[in-house]
């Protein structure tokens, strides 16, 4: 069974950071390109952060650019995301999500982490 499971949410002042950490288990993370999504209410969700499987692109959402960074480690089998200089536009429902290519496009998600930022 795949599980993705995020961590690291909460509550954070603006200007502060958090790092949300995804584990990832019942799959080969090294086969998988990596993904941070978020979501908030009553808007799609969006692409915040990817890593390709062999973690050598990486891309951000304009909005993120040189504040939030992705990176992954196979060997632990997670994805991380660390995110700094936040503030109230982030606060989201942050998803972990790996896309796999085997004749056919293989989705998984994870269930999600709530950030807020607030003072």
């Known amino acids: 069974q795949v599980q993705l499971v995020e961590s690291g949410g909460g509550l954070v002042q603006p200007g502060g950071s958090l790092r949300l950490s995804c584990i990832a288990s019942?799959?080969?993370?090294?086969?998988?390109?990596m993904s941070w999504y978020r979501q908030v209410p009553g808007k799609e969700r969006e692409l915040v952060a990817s890593?390709?499987?062999?973690?050598?692109?990486?891309t951000y959402a304009d909005s993120v650019k040189g504040r939030f960074t992705i990176a992954r480690d196979d060997a632990k089998s997670t994805v991380a995301l660390q995110m700094n200089s936040l503030h109230s536009a982030a606060t989201a429902v942050y998803y972990c999500?790996?896309?796999?290519?085997?004749?056919?496009?293989?989705?998984?998600w994870g269930r999600g982490t709530q950030v807020t930022v607030s003072s």
């Open positions: 999500h790996g896309r796999h290519f085997n004749f056919r496009i293989i989705d998984y």
């Open positions: 019942g799959l080969v993370l090294s086969a998988f390109d």
């Open positions: 890593i390709t499987s062999d973690g050598k692109s990486v």
